[in-house]
């Protein structure tokens, strides 16, 4: 398809106070290429300035951890936990602000789904509850996950508090903003899903109750660094280890959700399909889509994800008001170009999986593109 009109994505954005020159954010995509110890390295911060000079309006980090107990999940993960961590992550963020582009650091707490922690050799989530699938060989695991401990009120505070320290070094990096992780199966959706939490405190129970360590992370960072600094929150109702799973109270249970990460001091909503195409995943009763009910409960600007990447969808996304921006994974890999490639009107070439074969690192990408080159 070649694009012939102006498209809406192309549009300056605004997330917040945050203006970005268009729509199209950059997906966060776990690239496990951080050094062992998490310290961003000069060719992550390279990889991130190719999406700014690219022409993306906001780039979203791969999740980060954010302490040195229970939250990290792969080996070579990024943390934003040392002095160390910090600096690095200024070289990134400075990177992408000379190449014009926006970037916010996503912070991630992996909980049960943890499958590489050097900090500890056990995991920990809302209940011990052994999670569905087995660890995924991309990002260096295998075999079956084991059972989570139940995290005590201690463990709880220590996850919520390593949240806000890595928010605070996030902006002494540089970032403008924060994204905080309640999506794809990792911790604070492990709370928010109803058979990884079976806990009988004010935790578990009713979705007000299993949304409620979300919200108050939000709310603790949002208490830290102010009413003016950008921080979103990515919800989702797939998960990387359970592709079907859906709210089961459906538009009642995105509803609360959504209403109570805006009281927290959201300041943008994220809705994730774990790589699904968005209307695989979208779709709610009464001709409802996710994102359109976050825009409409909220009133904060929504970034739609799941096969972005095509321009007549991401169009019909954004013009029908389903979303305020999209956010592009896969497509941007192939094309850190993209949002020039649509202003020309170039269709996107497909995905080839071998991009992530046998891991998903920055050095798999690189020898794919040099051999795609010389195929060429």
């Known amino acids: 398809m070649t694009v012939t009109t102006a498209h809406p994505a192309l ?14 954010a950059v997906a966060p995509m776990t690239r496990v290429s951080a050094a062992p110890d998490g310290t961003p390295t000069p060719e992550i911060a390279e990889y991130y300035a190719e999406f700014a000079r690219g022409g993306f309006g906001l780039i979203i980090t791969e999740g980060v951890y954010t302490d040195a107990a229970y939250s990290q999940g792969y080996l070579n993960q990024p943390g934003l936990v040392s002095e160390r961590h910090t600096a690095a992550w200024r ?13 916010v650091a996503q912070l991630m707490h992996a909980g049960a789904l943890s499958q590489g922690n050097p900090y500890r050799d056990d995991t920990a989530g809302p209940s011990a509850v052994v999670p569905q699938g087995v660890r995924m060989p991309e990002y260096g695991g295998h075999g079956p996950w084991p059972a989570p401990k139940e995290m005590s009120p201690a463990d709880i505070k220590e996850a919520v508090d390593g949240f806000v320290a890595a928010a605070v070094n996030a902006r002494q ?27 009988e405190d004010s935790y578990g129970g009713t979705v007000a109750d299993r949304v ?33 799973y859906r709210w089961p109270g459906g538009a009642h249970d995105a509803e609360v959700i959504f209403a109570a990460l805006t009281e927290a001091g959201a300041t943008y909503l ?18 409802l889509t996710v994102t359109g009910l976050a825009r409409r409960v909220s009133g904060l600007p929504v970034i739609a994800n799941g096969g972005m990447h095509d ?18 994974a896969r497509g941007a ?23 992530l074969s046998p891991m998903v690192t920055l050095d798999n990408v690189r020898r794919w593109r040099l051999a795609a080159r010389a195929d060429a």
């Open 333 to 355: 890999l192939v094309h850190p170009d993209l949002p020039r490639r649509l202003a020309e009107g170039r269709e996107p070439e497909r995905f080839d999986h071998a991009m």
């Open 270 to 287: 994220h809705v994730a399909s774990e790589g699904r195409n968005w209307l695989d995943s979208a779709q709610l009763e009464r001709g």
């Open 311 to 328: 321009p007549e969808l991401s169009a019909q996304v954004l013009a029908d008001g389903h979303a305020d921006l999209v956010s592009i």
């Open 212 to 244: 409620r360590l979300m919200a108050e992370v939000v709310a603790a960072i949002r208490a830290e660094v102010g009413p003016d600094w950008c921080v979103g929150v990515r919800v989702s109702q797939t998960k990387v280890n359970d592709f079907r």
């Open 173 to 199: 990096a540089g970032f403008d903003g924060v994204e905080v992780h309640g999506a794809n199966g990792y911790l604070l959706d492990q709370f928010l899903t109803d058979y990884t939490n079976q806990r």
């Open 91 to 103: 070289e990134v963020t400075t990177g992408v602000h000379e190449a014009g582009g926006s970037i």
């Open 11 to 24: 549009e300056p954005g605004l997330v917040g106070g945050l203006r970005t020159s268009n729509r199209m």
